[in-house]
């Protein structure tokens, strides 16, 4: 008879509130990955550390870590390898775990009696006899329908082609059996995630070195090239978005849209119809834009409806805040260890957003002066500012006087002469916004002696020549040096002298004095979204898109060399997140990966070696939220 590990509760950890309990003895240890499987008993969580050959498991129901076959090691359940990925599937009602690894291996355990499947075939380089041996690593994991069958791309580390694997799962004398059915070459590339129709006829796999994610449907030959649908950029996983039906009763099957988890850390909708982002009901003529959380998106997952599509209303409450419009509600795991809830617009069901406590018009602050020696001169000032709800994030902006432009500090060029004067050339052609005519170039010879360059020198530039720098010396002053390795660094002329910086954004353009700044392109109606604005209520038209930001610096100048101009703006958007208990106190999440019951919410926060309990129904209130480590 299993017999389970009854945990203490101890007092809320410190920096968390006191509506959150800490239960310290999971331990855990940097859960990379999580996955639900049901059991005669409910619901269990697996967990897959970072550091160990080993799972924990977790009753949802009686809210305990389950003993393993380990006495030395009580939590834990061997599974032979570094796990990294877990998915968890159902064969004929009973519930398993798929594991795979760093190395060539998958394994299942039986998520009731947590045996772990033996040997399909021979040992993986001899590392575990307990393994499905398979000709690459697996970089993507998912149960393709009931029958028992699991799908996973593979990359092979001998230099053969990527694969996507059919793997079948049996039950023999009550263990679980795996068993490798077929491979299908993939084209070149680099797969990741994979997602798959309930009936496995359709299946999606990610490209992490394309903008691209292929797609293979059933009766396909095992040679025809896969249809490739087209994405913002390279992709890391793909999710389907879950069945729901909107309050006019128009029901959404499930996999009616795809949304991808870009390399980048944005999110972006795919419509599989198209094959190519749907249209932006907010930019006419525009693809729909990735949405981004400030914090890169590592994860995905949708709360199941306990009664089916129709009935999926899932409540979230907040303290004594609660939202009842969450249908086919989801969560995205942030880099940053929380977890923002998203929802599809019901009025305009190809729009996902995330779920907001409230909404209010973007704002800026008024612009504050510092002058390095701190003299008192006539400040400059910020006149024409605009924001843009849903464009606009929330950060601080820093605009610098004559400052270094980033990216172009320390570089190592050549110093060279022709037909037309002085060249400085970089080992990459440099883009046509780097620098204008008038920045001022700071060189210092690298290794070869050069008398008029032992001290450093500046001079200034023209501007670019085929993606070099035109200097302004002349040949002569030079003379015996050239050509001449140098290091250099690009500071802000008069042309255009502040250099635009942002808290989250980094390094955001360069601005003129009295001329229109326009943040582009990731600011610009066709740039990432925050938030997509309801229609107006009164008559339901939709806000009118534009810049997220848009301001011009005026004053009489010049300005000391490190004079400051900062100010801040607001989204005015207060999301829906959890997970951010006691983070100050640990450091940061360093990553988050999510999965959902129909009540309840986990959250695994890599680095810090905790796995959150959020009760959806009761955020912020005693018992809500609960911490293991």
Not at 243 to 263: F, N, Q, R
Not at 499 to 513: F, H, K, L, N
Not at 550 to 572: K, M, Q
């Amino acid at each position: 008879m299993r017999r389970n590990v009854t945990i203490g509760i101890a007092l809320a950890m410190a920096g968390c509130s006191g509506n959150d309990t800490t239960l310290p003895a999971g331990n855990l240890s940097d859960p990379v990955a999580l996955a639900l499987a049901p059991s005669p008993a409910g619901t269990r969580l697996f967990i897959a550390g970072s550091t160990g050959d080993d799972l924990r498991v977790f009753d949802t129901q009686a809210q305990l870590f389950l003993r393993g076959p380990n006495a030395i090691s009580p939590l834990s359940l061997p599974v032979g390898f570094r796990p990294g990925l877990l998915a968890g599937g159902e064969v004929g009602g009973h519930g398993f775990v798929a594991v795979a690894g760093a190395d060539e291996s998958i394994v299942v355990v039986d998520a009731h009696a947590l045996r772990v499947s033996p040997s399909a075939g021979a040992p993986c380089d001899g590392v575990t006899p307990q393994a499905a041996c398979l000709p690459g690593s697996a970089t993507g994991l998912v149960w393709a329908g009931s029958a028992g069958r699991l799908l996973a791309p593979l990359q092979s580390r001998s230099g053969g082609p990527a694969t996507l694997a059919t793997l079948t799962v049996t039950l023999v004398d009550g263990v679980p059996v795996v068993t490798l059915e077929s491979l299908r070459t993939l084209p070149a590339g680099q797969p990741r995630g994979v997602a798959t129709t309930a009936d496995g006829g359709r299946v999606w796999v990610a490209d992490r070195s394309a903008a691209r994610v292929w797609e293979f449907t059933s009766g396909m030959a095992s040679d025809a090239a896969p249809r490739e649908l087209q994405t913002g950029g390279p992709v890391d996983d793909v999710v389907l978005s879950p069945a729901w039906t909107s309050e006019t009763g128009v029901v959404h099957p499930a996999g009616e849209l795809l949304l991808a988890i870009l390399v980048d850390g944005r999110l972006q909708v795919i419509d599989p119809v198209t094959g190519a982002p749907p249209v932006d009901p907010y930019a006419p003529g525009q693809p729909l834009q990735p949405l981004s959380f400030g914090s890169p998106v590592r994860s995905l997952t949708f709360v199941p409806c306990a009664g089916g599509a129709g009935s999926c209303t899932t409540p979230l409450r907040f303290s004594t805040a609660r939202l009842d419009a969450t249908r086919g509600l989801g969560f995205v795991g942030l880099g940053d260890g929380t977890a923002v809830a998203i929802a599809p617009d019901p009025a305009r069901p190809t729009v996902y957003r995330a779920v907001t406590r409230s909404v209010e018009p973007a704002q800026i602050s008024a612009a504050t002066y510092t002058e390095p020696d701190g003299a008192a001169l006539t400040a400059p000032t910020i006149e024409g500012a605009a924001v843009n709800t849903g464009f606009t994030r929330s950060e601080e902006w820093r605009l610098t006087w004559g400052a270094p432009v980033p990216g172009l500090r320390g570089r190592a060029a050549v110093l060279s002469v022709d037909a037309q004067g002085v060249l400085l050339t970089d080992t990459v052609a440099l883009p046509s916004d780097a620098v204008q005519s008038g920045d001022t170039v700071e060189l210092m010879p690298l290794g070869a002696s050069c008398p008029s360059l032992t001290a450093g020198r500046t001079l200034t530039t023209t501007g670019l020549s085929a993606g070099a720098l035109r200097l302004t010396e002349s040949p002569d002053a030079l003379a015996g040096c050239l050509p001449v390795r140098v290091s250099y660094t690009v500071r802000a002329g008069l042309t255009a002298p502040w250099v635009v910086q942002g808290s989250a954004t980094g390094y955001a353009g360069r601005a003129g004095m009295g001329a229109d700044v326009t943040l582009a392109p990731e600011f610009s109606v066709a740039g990432n979204r925050i938030h997509y604005p309801d229609a107006d209520a009164t008559t339901g038209l939709l806000p009118a898109p534009g810049p997220a930001l848009r301001f011009r610096v005026v004053g009489t100048g010049p300005y000391e060399s490190g004079a400051l101009i900062s100010f801040s703006t607001s989204s005015g958007l207060v999301p829906f997140v959890v997970g951010t208990e006691g983070l100050a106190s640990v450091g940061g999440g360093l990553g988050a990966s999510v999965v959902a019951t129909p009540e309840r919410l986990y959250l695994g926060q890599v680095a810090t070696t905790r796995v959150v309990q959020v009760k959806l129904e009761s955020i912020g209130q005693a018992g809500g939220t609960i911490i293991y480590e």
